[in-house]
């Protein structure tokens, strides 16, 4: 028994470590789109790249990212959740994510780490919210709660005929059984892709649309040139730096 008789006080901490050093916070990129446009190909060759330059960057993919977080993608991607429909699918995605961003997303930025997410909050507005009819009120709550100011600083939406990113992701998958989402017909995907668009329509300062069709070495660098433009990561200080400071 404390001397407060049991009572727990929240004191307020003030300024985090990372805060009192003036870290600046590190950047949030993310890939979005369609099965088998690319997003996990970019993500790793963009990380790399910026690793390359000294910057500590945090890969990272939804859903999972975080212990808690992957032990809900197993549930999602299998299709267990499936029959539950698409808001409780709405809701363990935003139960995963709000593990990631707490554990691993939101520490990482405050400590100057960049972080490349291999989907995030857009694939929930567009699987769950548009392909699923889940209202747009839950999802923008659901991301009021799980994300709160930890947005991206940049979305590259990577844009292929839903046709040639499924048969891409069947190349890839090899002989292991289709996800929940990949196992969906050609329709969905389509309106999957029209709803990619129709969202980086409305949010065009943050949404890239990339043409995913070409060479991955070229698109690679149509999305360098567009980090470098918006993101200067000349100016980041390294790691070193960083961790000195
Ligand atoms: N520009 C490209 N041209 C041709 N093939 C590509 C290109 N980019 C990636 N691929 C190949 O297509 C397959 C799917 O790529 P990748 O896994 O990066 O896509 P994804 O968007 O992460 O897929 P998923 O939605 O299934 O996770 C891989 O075999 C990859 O090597
Ligand atoms: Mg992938």
């Known amino acids: 028994m404390s001397r407060s008789g049991g009572l727990q006080y929240k004191t307020d901490r ?14 949030f990129i993310t890939f979005e789109g369609g099965e088998g446009t690319g997003k996990s190909t970019q993500a790793k060759l963009l990380a790399a790249r910026l690793k390359s330059l000294g910057i500590d960057v945090l890969l990272t993919r939804e859903p999972g990212g975080s212990p808690g977080a992957e032990a809900v993608r197993h549930v999602l991607l299998s299709g267990a959740a499936k029959p539950l429909g ?28 960049w972080v490349v997410s291999d989907r995030f909050a857009d694939s929930t507005r567009v699987y769950q919210g548009v392909l699923g009819n889940v209202d747009p009120n839950l999802i923008r709550r659901l991301e009021h709660i ?38 969906e017909g050609l329709a969905f995907h389509r309106k999957l892709r029209e709803a990619y668009l129709e969202l980086a329509e409305h949010e065009p300062e943050r949404c890239m649309v ?3 069709s070409a060479h991955m070495t070229k698109i690679a660098s149509v999305i360098w040139a567009l980090v470098d433009a918006r993101l200067h990561p000349a100016e980041t200080p390294s790691e070193l730096e960083n961790a000195v400071s």
Do not use: M, N
């Open 14 to 27: 003030g300024p985090s470590l990372a805060a009192c050093r003036a870290v600046r916070r590190g950047h």
């Open 86 to 113: 698409p808001y409780a699918e709405a809701i363990l995605f935003a139960a995963a994510r709000d593990d990631h961003v707490r554990s691993v997303i939101r520490p990482a930025l405050e400590q100057g780490t």
């Open 146 to 183: 799980t994300i709160g100011g930890t947005r991206p600083d940049l979305t590259f939406i990577l844009d292929l005929p839903a046709d040639i990113g499924l048969k891409r992701a069947v190349r890839r998958r090899g002989s292991r059984p289709r996800d929940r989402f990949e196992a």
């Open 210 to 212: 990339i043409d995913a």
